[in-house]
């Protein structure tokens, strides 16, 4: 039986967009199935992505399919139980041994890290992740962190994009406030 636990509309700041997702708990694990759509390099894009997690929110695949301007664009990840990494059934080396993953059009896969670790206020944490970069398409490694501030304020490091910035986070997990990129207009329910 599937549970959805809540449900998130942002609007993206830096180009027109917006992106909904879908938070559900089913079968030991957990899933974000969600659906951006924005312009990118001047062209109309949209992405429905799902991500499927066991119960303690690690990666176990994510599936992404859509458009951007006239093409067509279907990727499958996996995160094999040897921690290797597969997109579209090719190994990627250079994530390989991560848990995560993020998706680099969309604010929902920040909730994985926040989940899986659950900081306690003051705690940090590295979290790096497999980062599946746009428009490019292609699994890197993402160097990040998170310093849980209180109860709805994380400090978050991403050095590869130099981004340091204070993010709200709801009860949920879900970021609500990723200043300069996204913020929240339907909080979650």
């Known amino acids: 039986m599937t549970v959805t636990t809540a449900s998130i509309l942002w609007r993206r700041l830096d180009v027109e967009g917006h992106d909904a997702c879908l938070l559900s708990q089913a079968d030991g694990g957990h899933s ?57 059934g090719e190994p990627q080396r250079g994530v390989a041994g991560l848990v995560d993953v993020d998706l680099g059009f969309t604010p929902a896969s920040n909730l994985l890290a926040i989940r ?14 497999a980062y599946l970069s746009f428009p490019a398409l292609e699994m890197v490694l993402l160097e990040q962190s998170y310093r849980r501030l209180d109860a709805i304020r994380y400090a978050y490091s991403a050095p590869m994009f130099g981004y340091e910035e204070i993010l709200d986070v709801s009860p949920q997990g879900f970021v609500v406030d990723y200043p300069g990129l996204w913020k929240a207009t339907a909080q979650p329910d």
């Open 32 to 88: 974000l199935e969600g659906q951006a759509i924005f312009v990118q390099n001047g062209k109309p894009c949209c992405l429905a992505y799902a991500v499927i997690c066991d119960a303690g929110w690690r990666t176990r695949s994510a599936r992404v399919h859509g458009f951007l301007g006239t093409r067509k664009l279907h990727y499958a990840i996996e995160r094999r139980a040897d921690g290797e990494w597969m997109l579209d």
């Open 116 to 129: 899986r670790f659950d900081l306690g206020i003051g705690e940090a944490t590295p979290a790096p992740a």
